[in-house]
């Protein structure tokens, strides 16, 4: 027999604590992450762990280790048998592709039903980048160009990213998105593969360190957490990680500009690591690799939550078990998998097992930076943006 919640069902975005006559307020009602996601369509009773850690999670649930994963989920909805094993897997997080996208209404009902099922406001991720990568499309949302051919026209780059994302923030939150797997801090070059170069956003580090600072910064204006990747550079990669394995054979001195940016943005809550060998460095990827996570821990000096690229990819070999046990045991402190079956996603939560307490203390972190959207006029950000940028905003 919990508190009376009828008092949650008046609480709305942007409306003001207040103090029903039990003596619960907003505050006490709503964990962090609850605060941080709008809800479409209803209301969910979350209370605050009485012991004061962190909060979330409905009656009956009980205080839990999540698996130190994120996962995909098949369709566009959440069928019961999915939302049990969902429940009993209990990943950090879920991410959204393609196939999981169709109105505004299905994408919200779908998030409160993966957050219902795991009983607590975990973090839904999507790539939302804008050109060939994103999975919110026409004709219910914007369609936007490549980041590098907004960047390349834009008279301020680090502005038109703060508004673009903050553009995207607002299309994610309106469906219950809070974290975006943005920005592409790789610094392009000549031989940086097509299906990267154009999701860069530029091919200099002083200009990528602009935008996506304003990208990271439009995200968090707009609720959003982002996610830095891909640590520590891919932009020197001439092959398509998704299909083979990128080998860099720059030597060590040569790498301080693809370093350099994520440096520039070491403060930023997520990360994500590349599929990438550096031949000067290590021998594997960097994602599977302690020395090359030792890098981006101590040399770019990134402390926040380090997640793989999504293990699915070939550039990776063995099972989806062995490469999750292997992300892990090298330092990541999330395994990614979003494009499996149940059986490997099965496999993925095992050999992930529990996230452990660097991890679930970087992810606290993160996730008390998700807070309510600052207010803005969206019409005229979109203003804004067709004035700094020259030519065309959208694809």
């Not at 609850?34 to 979350?46: D, H, I, L, Q």
């Amino acid at each position: 027999m919990g508190p009376d919640r009828r008092p949650f069902c008046r609480i709305f975005r942007g409306q003001a604590p207040r103090r029903p006559a039990l003596g619960f307020g907003r505050q006490d009602l709503l964990s962090s992450a609850r605060r941080g996601v709008r809800r479409s369509r209803r209301c969910a009773a979350v209370l605050l762990d009485p012991d004061g850690g962190p909060g979330g999670v409905h009656p009956g649930r009980g205080q839990v280790t999540p698996s130190a994963a994120i996962i995909g989920i098949g369709g566009l909805t959440l069928g019961a048998d999915e939302a049990a094993f969902l429940r009993e897997a209990d990943p950090w997080g879920v991410i959204l592709f393609g196939r999981n996208i169709d109105s505004p209404d299905q994408v919200a009902a779908l998030t409160d039903a993966v957050r219902m099922a795991l009983g607590r406001e975990a973090p839904i991720l999507i790539d939302q980048e804008g050109g060939r990568v994103q999975r919110l499309r026409r004709p219910h949302w914007r369609e936007w160009r490549t980041p590098l051919a907004t960047v390349e026209a834009a008279r301020d780059p680090r502005r038109a990213m703060w508004l673009r994302a903050r553009l995207i923030a607002d299309e994610l939150r309106g469906v219950g998105i809070d974290v975006n797997c943005v920005p592409t801090a790789d610094v392009a070059r000549a031989e940086t593969h097509p299906f990267l170069k154009s999701r860069c956003y530029g091919y200099d580090p002083e200009t990528v360190i602009a935008a996506a600072r304003g990208t990271a910064e439009g995200c968090l204006a707009g609720g959003v957490l982002p996610v830095m990747k891909h640590m520590p550079g891919h932009g020197r990669g001439r092959a398509d990680s998704h299909h083979e394995l990128p080998v860099v054979r720059a030597a060590r001195g040569e790498l301080e500009t693809d370093f350099a940016p994520f440096r520039a943005l070491n403060d930023l809550p997520l990360g994500m690591t590349a599929h990438v060998v550096f031949t000067d460095l290590g021998d594997g990827p960097a994602t599977t690799d302690p020395g090359l996570i030792w890098t981006i821990r101590e040399e770019i000096g990134f402390d926040g939550l380090l997640m793989s690229d999504d293990l699915g990819m070939n550039a990776l070999g063995g099972t989806i078990a062995a490469r999750t046990r292997a992300a892990i045991e090298a330092g990541c402190d999330i395994a990614l998998f979003g494009n499996g079956g149940r059986d490997d996603n099965a496999g993925c939560i095992a050999a992930a097992g529990p996230m452990g307490a660097d991890a679930l203390r970087r992810a606290e972190a993160a996730l008390a930076r998700r807070r309510l959207p600052e207010l803005a006029d969206i019409d005229a950000l979109e203003f804004e943006l067709s004035e700094v940028v020259d030519g065309e905003v959208y694809g």
